[in-house]
């Protein structure tokens, strides 16, 4: 081989290399993958499933509100009911003991049987009341 060749071979390989650029590390994805689920995860909890437990509530106060609604009525009912049965068995027993006396429908009776009557209806209505 030519000198000059073996001198210029012997120069490139006594010379350092030339340094490289450090590798690139790789993302590291499996903690991509993870802030990923958990940015998603907090977008549909907030995006679906809060507002779908608001309207659940709302929808379960709105049913407790109807049921109360109608509790209400009913008592209601019941208890105009009640008294009206309480009124009319008044009336029987009174226009009952008016003919037992051979007078009139609406006819004046002794004080005491008359506070009698009305002590009786009293306390049919105050059951109605309590009862119901």
């Not at 940015?39 to 659940?56: C, K, M, N, S």
């Not at 709302?58 to 009913?74: C, G, I, P, Q, T």
């Not at 009124?87 to 037992?100: F, M, P, S, Y």
């Amino acid at each position: 081989m030519d000198p000059r060749t073996e001198k210029m071979l012997a120069e490139r390989g006594s010379k350092p290399a030339a340094p490289s650029t450090p590798p690139r590390r790789p993302l590291n994805t499996k903690l991509l993958a993870g802030a990923v689920v958990a940015v998603l995860f907090t977008a549909y909890y907030f995006a679906v499933a809060l507002p779908a437990q608001r309207a659940d509530r709302l929808d379960m106060e709105a049913r407790v509100a109807a049921s109360v609604k109608a509790d209400v009525a009913s008592k209601h009912t019941s208890v105009a009911d009640c008294l009206a049965k309480v009124q009319a068995d008044a009336e029987a027993q009174w226009t009952a003991a008016c003919k037992a006396r051979k007078e009139g429908r609406n006819c004046p009776l002794p004080a005491r049987q008359a506070d009698a009557f009305d002590n009786a209806e009293s306390a049919a209505r105050n059951a109605c009341l309590i009862g119901h």
